[in-house]
């Protein structure tokens, strides 16, 4: 039988003798197929290889949705399959961006505003089998809230719009410190979370709060926030309980924000719908009362884009008729 030499391998202390090994085992699991390509593999054990990371995609900065996904080599047959799936039903729900038709050039005030459900820690216990593949240092509440804080400090945001809060004051004492103020409300019944609206308090002033309690409508125990604030000309400072007979002064640089977090009942969609009418409604009649400023609204909907009660919400108008037997947010739904 012949016999085979094989080369002598350097030192083992050696940093090249580790990037041999490393290229060695990475071209043998690769090359599971004939014993001569594990052959080959051995006898290119010797080469001195500078191993390089592969770099991450270059994701920019102001768009932090976009998702970094790993190299496809590294995936496996069951994670590619579960990505395709991910991709197809992430495009059937991609949410479009719609800009300004109207020409803001000449206007020099720039608000951002970060809208986010943060999670509330009395849902966490409630409903633990939603959670059960997140471990549990995560969902605990002195390490999310530090995050929080810093997760909404990168957008440089002016105004922060929170639902599901049940930790206010935790929230508040962190803001505090970054220079934003508050105010909060909490659903009726026996939930214990709300909604939270918070400011940077050197660019506006609240100059009038009110809130809405959809349980005195028969829409069950959601609330929604409405603040009218006044952008501050050189920091200036006002009444923050002025009344509407004052608004000559204020129209152009205030704006009315509306935050909030409707029913997630699926099978409740007329409920959902009555608390986005009378949201819409309100946020118009405290605009017009305010000299007909802006208004923005923000919060979790719980509507897809192509749900009718988002189409409502976006265009005010929609033909429900088509929808009587279900209407809801959570669903692909359009008028035949």
Not at 40 to 66: C, I
Not at 106 to 114: E, L, R, T
Not at 141 to 146: F, S, V
Request: overall charge positive.
């Amino acid at each position: 039988m012949r016999k085979r030499e094989f080369r002598q391998l350097p030192d083992e202390k050696s940093r090249a003798t580790f990037k041999r090994k490393h290229t060695y085992f990475e071209q043998f699991h690769f090359n599971k197929q004939t014993k001569r390509q594990k052959w080959v593999s051995r006898e290119t054990e010797t080469k001195t290889l500078t191993l390089k990371p592969q770099p991450l995609p270059n994701v920019p900065f102001l768009n932090r949705f976009h998702s970094v996904r790993p190299c496809s080599s590294s995936l496996s047959r069951w994670q590619k399959n579960m990505q395709r799936r991910s991709n197809s039903s992430h495009s059937k729900a991609y949410r479009k961006w719609v800009f300004s038709s109207y020409d803001c050039s000449n206007y020099k005030d720039k608000v951002v505003i970060v809208s986010y459900n943060i999670l509330g820690v009395g849902n966490v216990a409630k409903h633990p089998d939603l959670y059960l593949n997140v471990p549990k240092k995560f969902l605990e509440w002195d390490r999310r809230k530090d995050l929080i804080c810093e997760e909404v400090n990168c957008y440089n945001a002016n105004i922060l719009c929170f639902q599901e809060v049940d930790r206010f004051k935790d929230l508040d004492n962190l803001l505090r410190k970054g220079g934003f103020k508050g105010v909060y409300k909490v659903r009726t019944g026996d939930a214990c979370d709300g909604c939270a609206l918070f400011w940077k308090e050197k660019m506006f002033t609240l100059l009038h709060e009110e809130n809405i309690e959809f349980q005195d409508f028969g829409l069950r125990n959601n609330v929604a926030q409405l603040c009218v604030l006044k952008m501050n000309q050189h920091q200036s400072g006002s009444d923050s309980h002025a009344k509407p007979s004052k608004i000559k002064a204020v129209q152009s640089r205030s704006l009315v924000v509306g935050n909030i977090h409707v029913l997630f009942n699926p099978k409740r969609g007329d409920i959902k719908l009555g608390q986005v009418r009378l949201f819409l409604e309100k946020a118009y009649e405290l605009s017009q009362q305010w000299g007909s400023i802006p208004v923005i609204l923000v919060g979790d909907f719980n509507s897809i884009p192509q749900s009718a009660i988002y189409q409502f919400l976006a265009s005010s108008e929609k033909d429900f008729w088509a929808f009587r037997i279900c209407i809801t947010g959570q669903r692909n739904q359009s008028s035949k």
